[in-house]
């Protein structure tokens, strides 16, 4: 079964409940492990190794340009993996995402990103967990990409009866505000013309 709720904002409380969240851990470090030993981007050796830390995770899901365009909403989103925030010696250096297949299991390291959108994505759950309308509610933190506008955004996914906030990471669509929160309405009202277009564009092979 897919973990859902692996990492909630209740003052960022994080949920640790079952075993594919131990799994997908264990995979993330074995790989970084072996990262470690072959030249890499991160620097990581076997002395770093010794302070390395991983974060509870994050989900991550993606949307489909198609399933927008045709009116679908936040609910079509798919669930494609986990994202673990990697600290060495206290200090963030790096994104683990792991995919996760169609049963749920967690089992292949996607990619150790450390750009820019690492930095950005730790500072927008910090930020957004300050912010008194988060306080009062509880919401699963999730990313959200949508790769055919070049966006990446966190989403705080209401638990019970409150409302979805998606909150864009720079650099976004100019459609759209990084580091500012919106509603999932306002959000689609934003990308949909976008995607509309493009689906235009593609019909009529301006887009490859």
């Not at 925030?85 to 995919?99: H, R, S, T």
């Not at 055919?148 to 100019?174: F, M, N, S």
Request: net charge neutral.
């Amino acid at each position: 079964m897919l973990v859902s709720n692996v990492c909630r904002f209740e003052r960022v409380a994080f949920n640790d409940t079952t075993g594919h969240l131990h799994t997908s851990i264990g995979v993330s470090a074995l790989k970084l492990e072996r990262l470690a030993a072959r030249k890499n981007p991160l620097k990581l050796d076997s002395a770093a190794l010794s302070t390395l830390s991983i974060q509870p995770p994050h989900a991550v899901y993606d949307l489909r340009a198609d399933e927008i365009a045709n009116g679908g909403g936040l609910e079509t989103a798919h669930a494609t993996g986990f994202r673990y925030f990697v600290n060495v010696a206290g200090a963030l250096v790096a994104a683990a995402e792991i995919q996760t297949g169609a049963s749920g299991e967690s089992s292949l390291l996607a990619n150790v990103n450390h750009g820019p959108y690492v930095a950005a994505s730790a500072r927008a759950f910090d930020t957004l967990t300050s912010r008194s309308l988060v306080g009062k509610g509880s919401y699963e933190a999730r990313l959200l990409r949508f790769s055919a506008i070049y966006l990446v955004a966190v989403w705080l996914k209401a638990e019970g009866l409150g409302a979805d906030i998606i909150y864009p990471l720079a650099p976004t669509p100019k459609e759209l505000s990084a580091e500012k929160s919106y509603s999932a309405e306002d959000f689609l009202e934003a990308v949909r013309p976008l995607v509309k277009k493009r689906a235009e564009n593609q019909r009529s092979g301006i887009v490859p």
